[in-house]
């Protein structure tokens, strides 16, 4: 083509032109030319250019599978994955672990959501120090002799720690109270009137939470209500995000004979969740590490 001749000009377009038009680099001509001159035996097979990884590609990914499989949790992305690895040593893009976890299939399904008016992402409900606001929220599972059973949470907005979580057999109001009840004795000392003035629940619109008696036990204590938009539960995403993880790590994948059995392992994954989650907006750091540091005064200059 850069041979050809322009018919109104009579001159040939020249290589520089054609490569303009075309968006390649006379480089990439160059270097296409003196391969196909080669013998096939002797022709250079294409890599990626650039200093070659210390793992190659296949052992990267036997190591993100040693990674996902001794971690002790379940629905990581590759971004933490990414963090554990820089933790262990091994010096990688994320870009990279997440074209191997695709390739090798490690990564979890993903739903597409729906699209949200601009009311749901006004502002935003992290807040700049911990216990300014906890969020709130139920699910439920089985055990094996009991029948189902409820579990109440609570999560911090600002470290993203799990502050209360508690199992019964009922989901009444008195028991969506029991983890804002833990919470309160841990965080503040004691349980009196007004004692956690300054604080905001965030919760949606369900029965419980609606009721009577937890809206006056906020109000005793001194705690904002801060009901959610109804059927934006993005609007209690902390809270919704812990149930995820709850759901991944423990109630989908271990059984429960009785409510008490279930109680037991709801507090010791509390704390393996607050001690050893990593959350991406806090650099990769545990919610137990957050609120450590925030606690911590910095040091004054000399």
Not at 20 to 27: F, I, M, P
Not at 41 to 52: A, L, S
Not at 100 to 115: E, I, N, S, Y
Not at 229 to 240: D, I, K, L, T
Request: with cysteine; hydrophobic share 35%; charged share 25%.
């Amino acid at each position: 083509m850069s041979r050809a001749t322009s018919p109104s000009s009579g001159k040939p377009y020249g290589l520089a032109r054609v490569c303009h038009a075309w968006r390649v680099a006379r480089s990439t001509v160059y270097w296409q030319r003196a391969r196909a001159a080669l013998p096939p035996e002797q022709r250079p097979v294409p890599r990626k250019r650039g200093p070659r990884t210390a793992l190659t590609d296949a052992q990267l990914t036997e190591r993100i599978r040693d990674l996902l499989t001794t971690t002790g949790f379940h629905g990581e992305g590759h971004r933490k994955v990414w963090a554990r690895l820089r933790f262990q040593g091994v010096r990688t893009s994320r870009a990279r672990v997440l074209r191997l976890m695709r390739l090798a299939h490690l990564l979890g399904p993903q739903r597409v959501g729906r699209p949200h008016g601009p009311r749901a992402h006004d502002g935003t409900i992290i807040t700049e120090r911990p216990d300014g606001m906890w969020g709130t929220d139920m699910t439920t599972t089985w055990t094996t002799e009991e029948g189902p059973a409820c579990i109440f949470l609570a999560v911090d907005h600002c470290t993203a720690e799990c502050v209360g979580l508690h199992a019964s057999a009922r989901g009444t109001r008195c028991e969506a109270l029991e983890p804002i009840r833990q919470a309160i004795s841990a965080s503040f000392g004691r349980y009196d009137v007004g004692v956690a003035t300054g604080l905001a629940i965030r919760h949606d619109h369900g029965s419980v939470y609606r009721s009577a008696t937890f809206q006056d036990e906020l109000a005793f204590l001194g705690i904002a209500s801060s009901p959610a938009y109804v059927r934006e539960p993005e609007g209690n995403g902390c809270a919704e995000r812990f149930v995820r993880t709850l759901k991944e790590n423990l109630l989908w994948v271990e059984s429960f004979a009785t409510i008490a059995d279930l109680q037991a392992a709801l507090t010791a994954f509390k704390r393996r969740y607050n001690e050893e989650w990593l959350i991406e907006r806090h650099g990769f750091r545990s919610p137990a590490q957050v609120r450590a540091d925030l606690a911590t005064p910095p040091a004054r200059a000399a």
